[in-house]
């Protein structure tokens, strides 16, 4: 584990930060890419992951903060510790300001933002594992258990690595929501895909990590993971119903007209 990069006159390159400005670069170009394709302005993706990433930060830092209340330490402050779910309330807080000023289409932000959002959270991941920062799993014995001996937390029994666990999930969900918007879909189901799978990946992923339950046995992680799978399952009723209301709607009242018109007739004259 390498929490410190490199030194650049006196000052440290975290692997940490590092990785979330990798990740933050990456989701600007796919959601870039995505935009061009939709016929949408690329300014507006880069300006969606600018704000994004830094209110997200802000929002990770105060939950992260809020978490450890009790036991807040000036260790709390430092350039670690950020709550995923505090920092994807207050992106999404902070793009739906800016899609609202630029009059983009939500809808369609949101199925664009998708495969970018997942694979960028892959690489914040891979970022936590090999800086250390001690959100590694429980002990195990199997074959690819992992020692973080020189870590935030160090250990030198070996235990789950689960930031690379939800990494390689987030890289299997963009696979398949990539292959689900291939065909023509419905707005906000690939969204709808993605609070489902990336909920379904850390609920389970949850139960290897060494987290306190917060209710019913649950902890905080999985209990937002269960509504994020609610929100995307309600998505994805309200948009199939709206779906199925739109093909079996009425003709427009031109086609009927049409189909009440006399028949045509024939201007050839009998042979």
């Not at 990785?19 to 995505?34: D, I, M, N």
């Not at 074959?143 to 870590?151: C, I, K, N």
Request: net charge positive; with cysteine; charged share 15%.
């Amino acid at each position: 584990m390498r929490p410190i990069l490199f030194s650049v006159l006196g000052l440290d390159i975290q692997t940490y930060g590092l990785s979330k400005a990798l990740a933050a670069l990456l989701g600007a170009f796919l959601l870039g890419r995505a935009f061009q394709r939709l016929g949408l302005k690329k300014d507006d993706a880069h300006a969606l992951v600018l704000w994004a990433t830094v209110w997200g930060f802000v929002g990770a830092k105060i939950y992260h903060l809020l978490e450890n209340l009790p036991n807040l330490t000036w260790h709390h402050f430092g350039g670690t510790g950020f709550t995923w779910y505090g920092g994807l309330l207050a992106g999404l807080a902070a793009a739906l300001v800016l899609i609202r000023r630029r009059h983009l289409p939500l809808a369609v932000v949101a199925d664009a933002a998708a495969i970018p959002l997942t694979l960028a959270y892959g690489v914040g991941r891979l970022g936590c594992w090999f800086s250390g920062d001690g959100t590694y799993g429980r002990p195990t014995t199997l074959p690819w258990g992992m020692t973080v001996s020189d870590g935030t937390v160090p250990t030198d029994v070996p235990v789950h690595p689960t930031p690379l666990y939800e990494a390689l999930a987030a890289v299997l969900i963009a696979a398949v929501l990539w292959r689900v918007a291939r065909r023509r879909q419905p707005p906000l189901t690939i969204f709808a895909g993605y609070l489902i799978l990336s909920g379904g990946a850390r609920f389970a992923v949850e139960f290897l990590r060494i987290n306190e339950p917060a209710l019913f046995g649950l902890t905080q992680p999985q209990l937002w993971s269960i509504t994020s799978m609610l929100a995307g399952a309600v998505l994805v009723v309200m948009v199939r119903r709206r779906h199925l209301q739109g093909s079996s709607a009425p003709p427009r009242l031109a086609a009927r007209d049409r189909s009440l018109a006399p028949p045509a007739v024939s201007s050839s004259t009998p042979s």
